[in-house]
């Protein structure tokens, strides 16, 4: 049982690159979460889940789009990076809303 | 829409001594208040929750107490240790609710000194 994973890792992007990053977990949860933490700012949603094929916004939606294909997977997509993008990001699962969220190990993206 | 503050933003005790982490939320419906720990570069864990239904809640060396008038719940941890060392985030939620967001306080860095 692997949990939430995150692909990849690290990745640096030049501005105007896209890039998607994948986040897939094994635990048959419903909703699943797209974060990105900066210094300072805590950990902000930027899209969400509460089911395969349903996408919302979170608090800050603006360069991404992602998709919910299939339950288990969530994509979150920069279409064209900018620097303001420079982030970790982090992807969790929950089985309902109001529940523990499970955390992926992150992704370091930096756009230079 | 909820926010959540959080205070302060760094906390630096000797190891054994107690620290207490401090939350606002502004969204009386919500109902639901996790606290995640998170080491440099780790991924954030929960490591306590708290409903509204409840006032206080322990788990061995930390508890949360939650005060529902006031909107404002707060974590304690007693005879600290080296590993507590890390980052703590408060967050809040009206469970059930419309919006089915979980709003994060921006952090607590806390610092145990040997």
């Known amino acids: 049982n692997a949990g939430v994973t995150q692909t990849p890792k690290f990745r640096v992007l030049k501005t105007g690159q896209s890039m998607t990053l994948l986040c897939a977990q094994d635990m048959n949860h419903e909703y699943m979460y797209w974060y990105r933490q900066d210094p300072g700012m805590g950990l902000r949603l930027i899209h969400y889940s509460v089911g395969e094929g349903t996408t919302a916004k979170g608090e800050v939606p603006d360069g991404y789009n992602v998709s919910r294909l299939k339950k288990q997977n969530f994509l979150l997509g920069l279409e064209s990076a900018a620097p303001s993008q420079t982030s970790v990001y982090f992807c969790?699962?929950?089985?309902?809303?109001?529940?523990?969220?499970?955390f992926g190990p992150g992704t370091r993206l930096t756009v230079t | 829409g909820e926010n959540v503050e959080q205070h302060p933003s760094t906390l630096s005790v000797q190891e054994g001594d107690s620290a207490v982490i401090k939350c606002t939320y502004s969204?009386?419906?919500?109902?639901?208040f996790p606290w995640y720990k998170q080491e440099l570069g780790k991924r954030p864990q929960l490591i306590i929750d708290?409903?509204?239904?409840?006032g206080e809640k322990k788990d061995q060396r930390i508890a949360v107490t939650l005060n529902k008038t006031a909107k404002h719940f707060s974590l304690h941890i007693t005879e600290t240790q080296p590993e507590d060392s890390a980052v703590y985030f408060c967050a809040a939620i009206r469970a059930g609710g419309a919006t089915n967001k979980l709003i994060f306080g921006t952090g607590t860095l806390l610092a145990v000194q040997p």
């Open positions: 969204d009386s419906a919500s109902n639901y």
């Open positions: 708290i409903r509204s239904n409840v």
């Open positions: 969790a699962s929950s089985t309902f809303t109001g529940d523990e969220q499970y």
